[in-house]
């Protein structure tokens, strides 16, 4: 696979060196508008410098384009190398709002081409073991979860691209919570209702926000409650789902977030509490594997797992948060 990352920033600079790592598998082509940082990235990879994205996608030898660019460039990038016959892997979000995302979404539908989102969360070792622990049944049907995932940010956080509505879209509900929703998502299924506050309690950048605190509930009163946080100052990363027989949780990615670790516990009314743990020490592997199942879809002809559709999903429940907090009110999603 040929492939052309557009965005030389820390995405794309990610993305490339997985790129490299993987077998049959070489960058050919970095676009950036700043032309040192496409120069300095495709350099040593052996790949084509370029300050024009509208190129890159154009080029016939080229299989995979890989989105890491700010999300207000990702529909226009993402539909047009669709549209040339490209597999799409796009850094989330999809867009700045649900429209964007399914423009991309329908492109990817009408040149039959694979589109992944970026959730690498789902890839992380423990978040893995913690769904193969549900999938076996081990603690009995989903009643609750719980998930908190947070930053310090870092001195002027608020003049990065992140702070600009234009670009970003949103605030912190569309940095890190969009990967807690699509977990939730993965965890539970589709949710029916939302509510809501967002809220900028520290760093100047209205109208976006640098928390958020997020209720959602399916048809089968299954509830979700998420915080999402830039002013967590110890970074903090903590996943919890409570079924009838037990529970999982998982804390920590690695790094600055703490020893990544899965626990499994059983229901156990008087007797005492144990737990199944597994630590997973080392860098961290999500990124690579989730470029091998993006690529395992491509030769497969299947889709992805965090394709799409599955990001289009979590737009729509961004999308109802905000408006329950705009609104201050529950909010029903279509399809109830």
Same mark, same amino acid.
């Given at each position: 696979?040929?492939?052309?990352?557009?965005?030389?920033?820390? %995405?794309?600079?990610?993305?490339? =060196?997985?790129?490299?790592?993987?077998?049959?598998?070489?960058? /050919?082509?970095?676009?950036?508008?700043?032309?040192?940082?496409?120069?300095?990235?495709?350099?040593?990879?052996?790949?084509?410098?370029?300050?024009?994205?509208?190129?890159?996608?154009? %080029?016939?030898?080229?299989?995979?384009?890989?989105?890491?660019?700010?999300?207000?460039?990702?529909?226009?990038?993402?539909?047009?190398?669709?549209?040339?016959?490209?597999?799409?892997?796009?850094?989330?979000?999809?867009?700045?709002?649900?429209?964007?995302?399914?423009?991309?979404?329908?492109?990817?539908?009408?040149?039959?081409?694979?589109?992944?989102?970026?959730?690498?969360?789902?890839?992380?070792?423990?978040?893995?073991?913690?769904?193969?622990?549900?999938?076996?049944?081990?603690?009995?049907?989903?009643?609750?979860?719980?998930?908190?995932?947070?930053?310090?940010?870092? !001195?002027?956080?608020?003049? @990065?691209?992140?702070?600009?509505?234009?670009?970003?879209?949103?605030?912190?509900?569309?940095?890190?919570?969009?990967? /807690?929703?699509?977990?939730?998502?993965?965890?539970?299924?589709?949710?029916?209702?939302?509510?809501?506050?967002?809220?900028? =309690?520290?760093? !100047?950048?209205?109208?976006?926000?640098?928390?958020?605190?997020?209720?959602?509930?399916?048809?089968?009163? #299954?509830?979700?409650?998420?915080? /999402?946080?830039?002013?967590?100052?110890?970074?903090?990363?903590?996943?919890?789902?409570?079924?009838?027989?037990?529970?999982? #949780?998982? @804390?920590?990615?690695?790094?600055?977030?703490?020893?990544?670790?899965?626990?499994?516990?059983?229901?156990?009314?008087?007797?005492?509490?144990?737990?199944?743990?597994?630590?997973?020490?080392?860098?961290?592997?999500?990124?690579?594997?989730?470029?091998?199942?993006?690529?395992?879809?491509?030769?497969?002809?299947?889709?992805?797992?965090?394709?799409? %559709?599955?990001?289009? =999903? /979590?737009?729509?429940?961004?999308?109802?948060?905000?408006?329950?907090?705009?609104?201050?009110?529950?909010?029903?999603?279509?399809?109830?």
């Amino acid at each position: 696979m040929n492939v052309a990352i557009i965005g030389a920033g820390l %995405q794309g600079r990610r993305h490339a =060196a997985t790129v490299s790592r993987l077998d049959g598998c070489r960058v /050919v082509a970095v676009c950036d508008e700043d032309a040192s940082a496409a120069n300095a990235l495709a350099g040593p990879l052996g790949a084509e410098p370029t300050a024009w994205w509208e190129e890159a996608v154009r %080029q016939p030898g080229i299989d995979v384009v890989a989105v890491c660019t700010p999300p207000a460039l990702h529909s226009a990038i993402a539909a047009s190398a669709l549209e040339h016959g490209k597999h799409v892997l796009c850094e989330k979000p999809l867009g700045r709002n649900p429209a964007e995302a399914r423009r991309i979404v329908q492109a990817a539908v009408r040149a039959g081409r694979v589109l992944k989102c970026v959730c690498n969360l789902r890839h992380h070792p423990a978040v893995v073991q913690a769904r193969r622990w549900l999938d076996k049944g081990r603690i009995g049907t989903p009643m609750f979860l719980r998930c908190r995932y947070g930053i310090a940010g870092r !001195p002027g956080y608020e003049k @990065e691209w992140r702070a600009d509505p234009a670009r970003s879209g949103g605030g912190e509900l569309m940095d890190q919570g969009f990967h /807690v929703l699509d977990l939730c998502r993965w965890f539970l299924g589709d949710f029916a209702q939302v509510f809501a506050f967002v809220s900028t =309690a520290y760093w !100047p950048i209205q109208p976006l926000e640098d928390n958020a605190f997020v209720l959602l509930r399916t048809t089968a009163a #299954q509830v979700a409650s998420v915080h /999402v946080s830039w002013t967590q100052w110890k970074n903090v990363f903590s996943f919890e789902l409570f079924g009838g027989e037990g529970y999982v #949780q998982v @804390e920590g990615l690695g790094g600055t977030y703490g020893t990544e670790r899965a626990a499994l516990g059983r229901r156990e009314f008087l007797g005492p509490v144990g737990e199944e743990v597994i630590e997973f020490r080392g860098e961290d592997p999500s990124w690579q594997e989730e470029w091998k199942e993006f690529l395992g879809a491509i030769r497969e002809e299947r889709e992805p797992q965090g394709n799409g %559709q599955d990001a289009l =999903a /979590v737009h729509e429940l961004v999308e109802a948060a905000y408006r329950s907090s705009r609104q201050e009110r529950l909010v029903r999603l279509k399809g109830e």
